[in-house]
């Protein structure tokens, strides 16, 4: 059986990114749903994506898997991302959250 | 949430395999192993991405193939609990709704679409509000929360809970009205507002 050496979180632009380069043809049932999943959620191309989470890491101190959720939902006002940020059970200063909308607003 | 994850293993090559690369082979065994399979620590294992295969394998008396210590790298998903997703209704039933949140999909019972009396259309595929009057139906895309997961081996594919009863969440049009009902809510449009009064 296998052993997990590292496991890294990825937005559903990167996914779609990996998927992207395999025939349609040629993908399982599971792979199609995926594809077809985050072709229908995707709204920022890869490069931005990674740019963002590395920022929300950088600037706000989240880690990789809390990077990630922003990026895929990327809210829009302070309360929605409030009540997204209530999940993680840790402690944000509205600053940080502020911090966060700023870097969404740049990339949309 | 999707991840690409790096993972050790042994690759037994067959001796029918011996003529081609050593990495196209090893590709293929794992692909076969561990593509739409689902795993506890990992969930759902999408695919197969690279393969470094060490080329010195081990022979065991008795059988024709080798083994070789392979370390390879997969698109997998674990639907994390907590954690917020975007999905598409893909089936209505009497109990709630089927979304699927990627690889899988995950249910939405009717005691967790909205805080209202509901009823479940299974004809017609829509779910409706008795009072606000929101509907559900195949298709639409929705924003919810996961709050339960299962992926044992009682589950072949895995089950996984998820609701809309929290703010902010259900579907595209809930969320616009609820985040102009709270005026905006981003720090700019606060800001205008206090400078406005």
Redesign the interface.
């Known amino acids: ?12 632009s ?2 779609k990114e ?2 992207g380069k ?1 025939d349609v043809e040629e993908m ?4 199609r ?2 594809y077809d ?2 072709s ?2 995707t709204k920022i191309d890869p490069k931005d994506a990674k740019e963002m989470k590395k920022q929300l890491m950088k600037d706000c101190e989240l880690t990789e ?1 809390e990077a ?2 922003i990026v ?2 990327r ?6 991302l409030r ?2 940020t209530f ?3 840790k402690l944000i200063l509205a600053e940080t959250l ?1 911090k966060m ?1 700023k870097i969404i607003k740049g990339h949309s | 949430m999707f991840s690409i994850s790096t993972l050790l293993d042994v690759v037994r090559i067959p001796p029918s395999m011996f003529g081609t690369s050593i990495k196209k082979a090893a590709t293929n065994i794992l692909k076969d192993k561990y593509e739409s399979m689902i795993n506890a620590e990992l969930g759902y294992i999408i695919m197969i991405l690279d393969a470094k295969v060490d080329e010195m394998g081990k022979m065991i008396a008795g059988d024709g193939g080798t083994f070789h210590k392979v370390e390879f790298e997969a698109l997998t998903f674990y639907p994390k609990l907590q954690e917020i997703v975007q999905g598409e209704i893909v089936d209505i039933t009497d109990f709630g709704a089927f979304v699927r949140i990627g690889p899988t999909d995950a249910l939405l019972h009717l005691s967790q679409v909205m805080d209202d009396y509901l009823k479940s259309d299974v004809k017609s595929g829509m779910i409706l509000a008795n009072q606000s009057g929101r509907t559900l139906k195949v298709g639409s895309t929705l924003r919810a929360r996961i709050t339960a997961v299962s992926l044992g081996k009682a589950a072949a594919m895995g089950k996984i809970g998820i609701t809309c009863r929290q703010p902010f969440l259900g579907a595209d049009d809930w969320i616009a009205e609820e985040i102009k009902k709270s005026g905006g809510g981003s720090a700019d449009a606060k800001e205008a507002k206090v400078e406005a009064s």
């Open positions: 059986m296998e052993e997990i050496k590292k496991k890294q979180s990825i937005s559903l990167e996914v990996i998927l395999v399982d049932q599971i792979q749903w995926t999943y985050v229908k959620f898997e990630v959720e895929n939902i809210p829009t006002s302070l309360a929605e009540s997204f999940g993680w059970k502020e909308l």
